[in-house]
Structures are given as C-alpha cells and as structure tokens.
C-alpha cells in the first residue's frame, strides 16, 4: 500500500542544513529497501498560489488555500506492506528531520 507522507513545519524550528545529511542517508536507505516513491520539498506557504474554478468566474488567490501556523513542508510517497510499517518509518524520518510527520494511506 502506498501512504503520503507530510512533514509538517511551523517557522519555529525550521529544518537546518546540518539534518541534510541524515535525510539523504535516509532516503537512500528508503530507495535500497523499496520503500521510495517519490518525495520533494516544498517552497514556503507564501509562494502558493490557489484556484477555484468551481463557479462563474475563476478566482485565483495568492497563498496557502488555508492560514495556519503550521504548513506542509514536504512529502514522500512511500510503499510499504501495512501501516505499522509506514509508521516505523515516520518515526525514523520525524528524528531525520526534526519535525513532525503525517502519514496518511492512499484511499
């Protein structure tokens, strides 16, 4: 099963240079057992850009589609064979990081 992985930020404690090295060491750890998807990170939240083309007219709005002090940093896809799996690894990848993690399954 698959499972989106979000590292969630908040500005307070933003990821420094010195976790890169453990987090590529981490993700080559995820490609070698098969567990890479995909992942990327993300700009800051004022860099978004939000279109709602539901009505009328097409609204485009500048930043994130919700205000919060907490936003979404980056993300892996990773496939692995059950939820106690994925949440093994996002505990691994919260200390890579230094920052909180959600895992969510694909539906």
């Given amino acids: 099963m698959q499972y989106l992985v979000s590292v969630i930020d908040d500005m307070s404690t933003p990821g420094s240079s010195d976790k890169r090295p453990g987090i590529s060491a981490f ?7 098969g567990y890479w998807v995909f992942a990327g990170g993300l700009a800051n939240p004022d860099a ?18 919700v205000e919060s002090k ?3 940093a980056g ?11 994925a949440l093994t690894l996002a505990a691994e ?13 694909f539906a």
């Fill in 27 to 33: 993700n080559e750890r995820l490609i070698a057992d």
């Fill in 48 to 65: 978004a850009t939000v279109i709602d083309n539901r009505g009328e007219q097409q609204v485009i709005s500048d930043g994130p589609f």
């Fill in 70 to 72: 907490e936003y979404l």
């Fill in 75 to 85: 993300l892996w896809v990773w496939e692995a064979p059950d939820l106690d799996a």
């Fill in 93 to 105: 990848a919260s200390k890579v990081c230094d920052r909180k993690i959600e895992v969510r399954p």
